[in-house]
C-alpha cells in the first residue's frame, strides 16, 4: 500500500500535490547522479512488489499467493502475521510523519527522502508476502462462474483506482522519482500546493478507497484473507486519522472546509465545487 500524504510524506490518496517544502543542496554531479539512480532503482523495486502484491492478493500467476506457503498451526500463523501487518503499519505510518521525516532527513538527502520511503515500504510488504502463513480455510466461496469474474474484475479495479488516484495527483512525485530528477537537473524543490482533481472531489481518498475494493471483492475469501483484509482496513481508517490531522496542520482551514464537503471513503451526496483547485499555498 502507498502509503499516506502527510506534510512532507505521500503515501496515500489524499489530493496534495507536494506537501514539504525542502531547501536545495549544493551536490556534486556524480553525488545526484548516484541519487537519481537510488530513486530509480527504489520505483523499480516499487513496481515488482506492487504488481506481484496484485496477483498474491488475487490468487493469480504468481507462484504463491495470499492461500499458499509455510504451513503453521492456526494460533501461530495469527500471531506471525499479525506481526507482519504491525510491521507495514508502523513503518508506513512513522516514517510518514512530520516529527520523523524532519529528523530523518539530517542522515539521509532530502532529494532521496522519498525514495527511501518507497523503497522502505516496498521492502515490508515484500517481507509479508515472503513470511504470510496461510489460513486457507474458506470463509466463502463463490462457484457461480460468471459472478466470479465480475467479482474479480471489480476486485483488480479497487487496483486500477489506487493507480488512477496516484495519476490523479501526481505519480511520480508520490514514488520519489520527480525528487530525484529535479536535484538532478539542479531546480529547486517542488512547494505545497494542495489540489482537488476529479477524484478527490467524490471522495477524499479515493487510493485507500481502492485498496479497501481490492481487498474485500474477493470471490473465494480465506481465513488469512479475512484477516488481511480487516486488519488492513482498521490500519487504513487509523491512517487517515493521522494524515488529516497533519493536513489540517498544515493547510488548516482549506482541508477542514474540503473534510467537511468531501467524504472520506464511500461517495456521498456533499461535492466541492466544480474547481480543479480547492486552494493553493
Known sequence: ??????????????????????????????????????????????LVVFLYAIGWVEGLVVPR???????????????????LLSIFAVQHSVMA????????????????????????????????????????QQVWDVETMWLRVVLYAVSLGGFALVLASTFAIDHFDLFGVRQVIRNQLELPAATAEFLTPRLYRIVRHPLYAGFLIAFWVAPTMSVGGLMFAAVTTVYVLVAIQLEEHDLIGTFGDRYRTYRTQVPMLVPGRRRVSPVRELSRS
Open 65 to 83: 499467493t495470499i492461500d499458499e506457503g509455510p504451513a503453521a498451526p492456526t494460533a501461530v500463523a495469527v500471531v506471525i502475521d499479525l506481526a
Open 97 to 136: 510523519r512530520p516529527w520523523f521525516k524532519r529528523r530523518w532527513t539530517r542522515i539521509v538527502p532530502p532529494p532521496i527522502e522519498r525514495a527511501t520511503y518507497v523503497l522502505f515500504a516496498s521492502a515490508a510488504l515484500a517481507l509479508v508476502m515472503w513470511q504470510w502463513r496461510p489460513i486457507p
Open 1 to 46: 500500500m502507498a502509503e499516506s500524504a502527510t506534510p512532507g510524506a505521500y503515501p496515500v490518496g489524499v489530493p496534495v500535490h507536494r506537501l514539504d517544502r525542502m531547501t536545495t543542496h549544493t551536490t556534486s554531479r556524480l553525488s545526484r547522479t548516484l541519487m537519481t539512480g537510488y530513486g530509480m532503482l527504489a520505483y523499480g523495486a516499487f
